[in-house]
């Protein structure tokens, strides 16, 4: 049975945190005790065998789901909403909005309180809708750009159904604020219609008459905005806009007419 | 290590805000403490959630950062307690390996690779928090017993003692295994 002291200038000879005198103390032990020695070549294997095992290494999005967390900094870049909802008016009924483009969408029935993408994250389904041949509502689908950013958003109804389609491309978190008091519409659902495989989706929340919309990287999806009663005067105009990109307010209010 | 200039320059920058300087810091640190902290819970999804909250905490608490501490030790401090703290939750506990390599290869069966990385993965989770912790920053971590005790906030004879507890428990369960 090896003296406790022996044990422990065994596993300092192995850390490598043997002084001079302790050395010199475990080669005179070492040299005449064979159990000494077996003990030293076993905690040594194992160390070895410690060291010798490969490095985990972390998703590689999690450095950037990290810094995304922290406040990011403001970053100057400027772009017009001017003439957003400029020729909004409702679309006759029977124009095509089911013409043909058949897409695999996430689509999210968001509750009043809202809820997180990582919980409707797995709510997939199938829809059929027709970007292409339904009217486009703006005079021109409106362009965004701005340093890190650029997109197009767009407002387009059927049949009482009214659309507003967001086509983003961010290197930073853009968040969106889509206002619906006074208009008489509420939000009716969304559809996650392309996204890149390194977007984060961030949340998506609807509450008090305001969808918010938190996002970053190469998306697309369609904010569906549904008639509160058919007896109510519907403006669409009343929409209010709040983008935000990188920490950075791009535009807030009302589209200009 | 890194150096310790080096670290409260990067602190000084963080506490300014710049951007940068954080992207700097997360990228010095986020794979050890994740290494570590995988090693100490065992799951990867439970390794990058306590990385997460690590820089996060840390950043949050900038201010109260003592610069009479090694950077490094600050910030592995705060991922072994919020290992433990983890660990305490219970999340997700030990889905990532499993015991079936004992069960069914006998000891001249020669390991692979992974099966070896597994097995001592089960002999780490079967150590107590204590001993597992020590045994990761020293062999995984690759701290002295000067750094583990700062880290820890320990006397040294303690993580003297606790390594070769550890290390003489870790054997037995390898060697049971027919690992070691």
Known sequence: MLEERTLHLINADIDGEL?????EDLDVILESSSEAR?????LL????????????????DLAKQILNKLAPPPRSSNFSLSGLFASFQPATAGLAFAAGLLMTVGFYELSPSGQS???????????????????NLLKNDVLLKGEGFSGTVSLRSNDGVYILNFDLDSEEMTKIEVGLDRTGLSFGGFAETRSDEDKVFETVTMSGGTLRVVNQGRQQFAVFLRVNSPEQAIDAGLITIDFEHDGDRLYKGVPES | MNSNGRDHALIERCKSGE????????????????????RILGNPDDAADVTQVVFLKAFEHLDQYDSKYKLFSWIYRIAVNESINQLKRGKRQQPF???????????????????????IQVGLM????DYRTVIVLRHFSDCSYAQISEILQIPEKTVKSRLYSA?????????ARGVH
């Open chain 2, 126 to 129: 079967d150590l107590k928090e």
């Open chain 1, 19 to 23: 002084t001079a005198d302790e050395r």
């Open chain 1, 117 to 135: 993408s990582s919980e409707t994250a797995s709510m997939v389904g199938t829809m059929v809708a027709n970007q292409t041949g339904s009217p």
């Open chain 2, 19 to 38: 951007r940068q300087a954080l992207e700097e810091l997360v990228g010095l640190y986020e794979r050890p403490i994740y290494n570590a902290a995988y």
């Open chain 2, 167 to 175: 290390r003489q428990l870790m054997k037995e369960t390898l060697q």
């Open chain 1, 45 to 60: 294997r194992l160390s070895n065998l410690l060291d010798s095992q490969p490095e985990q290494l972390p998703p590689p």
């Open chain 1, 38 to 42: 077996a003990m030293r070549a076993e």
């Open chain 2, 97 to 119: 390996y499993d015991n079936e390599v004992a069960a069914t290869d006998s000891p001249e069966t020669a390991l692979t690779a992974a099966d070896l990385s597994r097995e």
